[in-house]
């Protein structure tokens, strides 16, 4: 070993974080779109139709708000509650 111990190659862990946001970016997609597509379609047809259309763009943009204001709301608790404040009970 070099000595390095614990610590990781800064590019590694970056390239890391960023397949992991990756990972994380498609598993929303892939949900918002069994959800919206089963609130949304009634029969898949050749076309779609206005209605339908309307569907999926406002079950998208409540979707993407929220998602946005749940991670919102759980960076807030994280930031209240400080990183040592959980305790362990037997």
Same mark, same amino acid.
Request: net charge negative.
């Given at each position: 070993?070099?000595?390095?111990?614990?610590?990781?190659?800064?590019?590694?862990?970056?390239?890391?974080?960023?397949?992991?946001?990756?990972?994380?970016?498609?598993?929303?997609?892939? %949900?918002?779109?069994?959800?919206?597509? $089963?609130?949304?379609?009634?029969?898949? +047809? !050749?076309?779609?139709?206005?209605?339908? /259309?309307?569907?999926?763009?406002?079950?998208?943009?409540?979707?993407?708000?929220?998602? %946005?204001?749940?991670?919102?709301?759980? $960076?807030?608790?994280?930031?209240?509650? +400080? !990183?040592?404040?959980?305790?362990?009970? /037997?």
């Amino acid at each position: 070993m070099n000595g390095q111990g614990a610590t990781a190659d800064p590019q590694l862990q970056q390239f890391i974080e960023i397949e992991s946001q990756k990972q994380r970016f498609q598993q929303l997609v892939h %949900q918002m779109t069994e959800v919206c597509w $089963e609130k949304c379609m009634d029969k898949p +047809g !050749p076309k779609m139709d206005s209605r339908t /259309d309307t569907c999926f763009v406002y079950c998208v943009e409540r979707f993407i708000d929220t998602s %946005q204001f749940i991670l919102n709301r759980l $960076e807030q608790t994280q930031k209240s509650k +400080g !990183p040592f404040s959980e305790t362990i009970s /037997d």
